[in-house]
């Protein structure tokens, strides 16, 4: 891959992947005020504004130096968190599986906007390669972010699901992983276990879906 491509990829990418996290972050913010609590929006973190969630190492530098290192064949990267005071919430154990479900949900919508977009714009005739990549670019983010998200190990959005559905004994000990999650995920993407057992099988089914969900609007456009 030379640099022109490289460049080329990172444009094609770079207007997705701002809206996959900005409308995930934002979500996770929006549901836990819903549910009682107000720390993201006090620190203005409920917003649609990219910058407000960007996390200059994680988002930037780190994904861009895993691309021009490996040429594409492996990135990682991740937003600014929201702040989440769960023991806010009305009812922390509960509502926080609604405040974890809203950043994957959030992504799960845009995969399926993208895709609509996408439709709209061959319906319409435009042949513009650019556009019609940056679509299919949008469902491929989201499709990422909804399923690495969902892995049930804190603290990514599916371990505080996987902590609100467990009874309490089991729940405190899912929680005490916390601290080195980070580290055992990341461990689990380079050896290829979360890719392989997780990422590709749960993205080829909610991909399925979304197909599936999008038939009617295919078969009246086409």
Same mark, same amino acid.
């Given at each position: 891959m030379d640099f022109a491509q490289i460049i080329q990829t990172v444009t094609l990418y770079a207007i997705p992947v701002l809206f996959a996290i900005t409308v995930h972050e934002a979500a996770h913010g929006y549901a836990?005020?819903?549910f009682g609590d107000n720390t993201a929006a006090m620190l203005g973190r409920i917003t649609l504004n990219p910058v407000k969630h960007?996390?200059?190492?994680?988002?930037?530098?780190?994904?861009?130096?895993?691309?021009f290192a490996t040429a594409g064949t492996f990135l990682f990267g991740y937003a600014k968190p929201v702040p989440v005071r769960f023991g806010n919430l009305r009812n922390p154990k509960r509502d926080m599986i609604w405040v974890a479900l809203a950043g994957p949900g %959030?992504? !799960?919508v845009q995969a399926i906007l993208w895709t609509v977009l996408g439709y709209l714009l061959v319906a319409a005739g435009v042949e513009e390669r650019f556009f019609l990549q940056m679509c299919r670019a949008g469902l491929m983010v989201n499709l990422v972010m909804f399923a690495f998200n969902l892995f049930p190990l804190p603290p990514l959005d599916g371990g505080r699901i996987l902590v609100g559905l467990l009874p309490w004994r089991q729940a405190e000990l899912v929680s005490r992983v916390e601290p080195w999650g980070f580290f055992i995920v990341m461990a689990l993407v380079i050896t290829g276990v979360v890719g392989n057992l997780w990422l590709r099988p749960l993205m080829s089914i909610t991909g399925l879906l979304i197909d %599936?969900? !999008?038939?009617?609007?295919r078969l009246i456009l086409f």
């Open positions: 836990a005020r819903h960007i996390d200059p190492v994680g988002t930037i530098a780190m994904p861009l130096l895993l691309y %959030a992504n !799960l %599936a969900l !999008l038939t009617p609007l």
